[in-house]
């Protein structure tokens, strides 16, 4: 096959840079070009549908779950809980400059491993923005940057409910435990750099004209108002049992041998079968129709650029060249330009027959994902989801072009820290963190 998918799919890149807000129509018009060039769609279908329809099963069962938690108040708790922690006595003599990035940069990795990427932003960012309203801190972008960078991490820490974990996953068979043993060292080593980075860039872009006492004062008013928000609002208890049992069971489920699409419909079976039939619609959409089209699309563009003389290219480049460094490149540059989704659905079956299924090549890939997934805010799912929240409520600094001024150099940052890991293992063997984080662990 000549080179024409690698084409759609750099013209798809330059037109998502040019105009990330419009993701659903550039993917949409890529992918349908894809089919009508396509020596045999059908067979194109085939191909992808499987992984596909993997991939959104689970992702779908997870966001069901997040939105009936939702229903039973799980943002008001967060934002109480958050509010509680800047209120604390402990922490009456550290600046809100920074305290505030120290609490959600770490709160946002952990809620994005839990839930999911996009969940983390949804619930924490308009908390976040309202924080810092009321503390008078106008420069947001470091914080909201950093925020987005701590959803990649959360998503690339767990084997589900993140699409190229959940690609890796299918294709080199690895569980969970072995998946989070392997990248949460890494991923933690990067949250610890970007809560110190932004800690100093807050702290040092905020001039606060309150003393001490005023500060202090402020910060138990807000606990109080979200506390009183949190015990007179109205949440449907039920259903965020129902969510909560059923995410406890997804994770639990994943241990199991059972496919992801065997997981994903059993757990969607008793949600839709206890949800209200007015509201069966809504939930069984809770992944959103845009964002289910969007992942359609880049799946049949990226599995059409598989076949390409290109890919059959860079296949050989890893056979030859297996030098610690090159899958982390790779990865990186096609995740900026095609979006984590499309760079794993490209990269992860020729990785895996290029290293045999070696383990060290699906943490190289999973990293270099990461890095290249917070370099622009078009390359994470969640990006663009930012920065409309971010405008809706108020923050009009934070943009594409503000965040790629913090994203550029720090994705450059995590794909050395990624480099620079994945060499001490491969020199330690193929057990050398894994083995290492799991005598933590225990």
């Not at 419009?22 to 549908?49: F, K, N, R, W, Y």
């Not at 068979?173 to 932004?198: C, D, E, G, K």
């Not at 419909?265 to 039939?277: E, V, W």
Request: net charge positive; hydrophobic share 50%.
């Amino acid at each position: 096959m000549t080179n024409l998918p690698l084409l759609i799919i750099t013209a798809m890149i330059v037109c998502l840079l040019i105009a990330p807000s419009e993701m659903l129509l550039i993917t949409a018009v890529a992918a349908l070009i894809t089919l009508v060039v396509s020596g045999d769609p059908t067979q194109l279908i085939q191909h992808v549908g499987p992984n596909a329809v993997n991939v959104l099963a689970t992702m779908t069962a997870t966001q069901v779950c997040i939105h009936k938690m939702m229903e039973g108040g799980l943002g008001e708790r967060l934002a109480f809980w958050i509010a509680n922690i800047t209120a604390q006595p402990i922490f009456k003599n550290v600046p809100i400059g920074i305290l505030i990035p120290a609490t959600f940069v770490p709160v946002t990795m952990v809620t994005a491993a839990m839930f999911h990427n996009l969940t983390a932003i949804l619930v924490l960012a308009p908390i976040a923005i309202y924080l810092c309203k009321r503390f008078e801190i106008e420069n947001q972008v470091p914080l909201l940057s950093a925020m987005l960078i701590a959803s990649n991490l959360g998503g690339a820490s767990s084997a589900f409910g993140d699409t190229p974990a959940i690609l890796q996953r299918q294709i080199w068979n690895f569980s969970p435990a072995t998946f989070a043993a392997s990248m949460v060292p890494r991923n933690f080593v990067i949250l610890i750099v970007l809560t110190s980075l932004t800690c100093w860039l807050t702290a040092r872009g905020f001039r606060s004209r309150l003393t001490g006492a005023q500060e202090n004062l402020i910060r138990s008013r807000i606990r109080n108002e979200f506390r009183d928000k949190h015990t007179y609002a109205v949440f449907d208890r039920r259903q965020s049992a129902i969510g909560t049992v059923g995410l406890i069971t997804f994770i639990a489920s994943q241990f199991s041998p059972f496919g992801g699409m065997q997981i994903a419909s059993a757990i969607l079976l008793p949600l839709l079968i206890m949800t209200p039939s007015e509201k069966r619609a809504k939930t069984l959409l809770a992944l959103g129709l845009e964002p289910t089209l969007v992942i359609l699309s880049i799946f049949i563009v990226a599995g059409n650029a598989e076949q390409s003389n290109f890919i059959k290219h860079i296949v050989d480049l890893v056979h030859s060249h297996s030098g610690v460094g090159h899958v982390e490149a790779l990865a990186y540059f096609l995740t900026a330009g095609i979006s984590a989704d499309g760079a794993a659905m490209t990269l992860a079956a020729a990785i895996h027959s290029a290293t045999a299924g070696n383990l060290l090549s699906a943490w190289q890939l999973a990293g270099g994902i990461c890095a290249g997934s917070s370099m622009l805010a078009s390359s994470a799912s969640a990006g663009p989801v930012l920065c409309l929240i971010a405008r809706e409520n108020g923050s009009s600094k934070f943009s594409f072009r503000s965040y790629a001024k913090f994203g550029v150099p720090f994705s450059v940052l995590m794909l050395v820290i990624y480099i620079g890991m994945n060499a001490i293992e491969a020199h330690q063997g193929s057990n050398g963190l894994q083995t290492n984080a799991r005598r933590i662990f225990k």
